[in-house]
């Protein structure tokens, strides 16, 4: 499953790609893309973990930036 979602307060490129890192670093992900310029996340992961998969990136990206918030519908 692909998803893309909004991002809120990502504040610097660095960040960004400090996020994409961890991401990608999680069980089941097989892309993830964090763009600064645009303020959103591309994630493709495993469709049957993929809500859990979700929680897991959002918990990587406060991490490395606290006020950055994803916003999951």
Do not use: W
């Amino acid at each position: 499953m692909k998803k893309t979602f909004r991002m809120i307060d990502l504040d610097c490129a660095n960040c960004a790609a400090k996020m994409e890192r961890a991401i990608q670093n999680i069980d089941g992900v097989t892309s993830a893309t964090v763009s600064f310029m645009t303020q959103k996340l591309t994630l493709e992961a495993d469709d049957a973990r993929f809500d859990q998969i979700v929680k897991e990136a959002v918990k990587a990206c406060k991490k490395v930036e606290p006020d950055c918030e994803i916003v999951v519908k």
